[in-house]
């Protein structure tokens, strides 16, 4: 499973760096996808990244803000949020294709934008 971690509470305009483990060893054979959700709603594809780090899909709201990065060898993947807007606070979910189609999710991790 893919879990996500960091992260926490931030001002308008700051930034966070949240990161994706896998807890196998698919993690460097695996499309890494970002996805974030509020309360009640349905989870939104943030990003999709591919095996060799380049982005497949990136939501227009966040292009030019975020940023993303794999390190197949240390099986972990990066979000680097800069200038947060209040409309980011969400629960971020990092996963595979395969785990999403199952519906089989890891922790997520929460991103509150807030002065």
Same mark, same amino acid.
């Given at each position: 499973?893919?879990?996500?971690? &960091? &992260?926490? %509470?931030? !001002? @308008?305009?700051?930034? #966070?760096? %949240?990161?994706?483990?896998?807890?196998? +060893?698919?993690?460097? %054979?695996?499309?890494?996808?970002?996805?974030? !959700?509020? @309360? &009640?709603? !349905?989870?939104? %594809?943030?990003?999709?990244?591919? =095996?060799?780090?380049?982005?497949?899909?990136?939501? +227009?709201?966040?292009?030019?803000?975020? =940023?993303?990065?794999? +390190?197949? =060898?240390?099986?972990?993947?990066? #979000?680097?949020?800069?200038?947060?807007?209040?409309? +980011? =606070?969400?629960?971020?979910?990092?996963?595979?294709?395969?785990?999403?189609?199952?519906?089989?999710?890891? !922790? &997520?991790?929460?991103?509150?934008?807030?002065?």
């Amino acid at each position: 499973q893919f879990d996500a971690s &960091g &992260g926490g %509470l931030v !001002q @308008p305009g700051g930034s #966070l760096r %949240l990161s994706c483990e896998a807890s196998n +060893d698919v993690f460097s %054979l695996s499309v890494i996808n970002w996805y974030r !959700q509020a @309360p &009640g709603k !349905q989870r939104e %594809l943030v990003a999709s990244i591919d =095996t060799g780090g380049m982005i497949n899909y990136i939501l +227009d709201s966040v292009k030019g803000r975020f =940023t993303f990065s794999r +390190d197949n =060898t240390k099986k972990i993947g990066y #979000l680097q949020m800069n200038n947060l807007k209040s409309e +980011d =606070t969400d629960e971020y979910y990092c996963n595979n294709n395969s785990n999403v189609n199952r519906g089989s999710w890891g !922790q &997520g991790t929460q991103v509150t934008v807030a002065s």
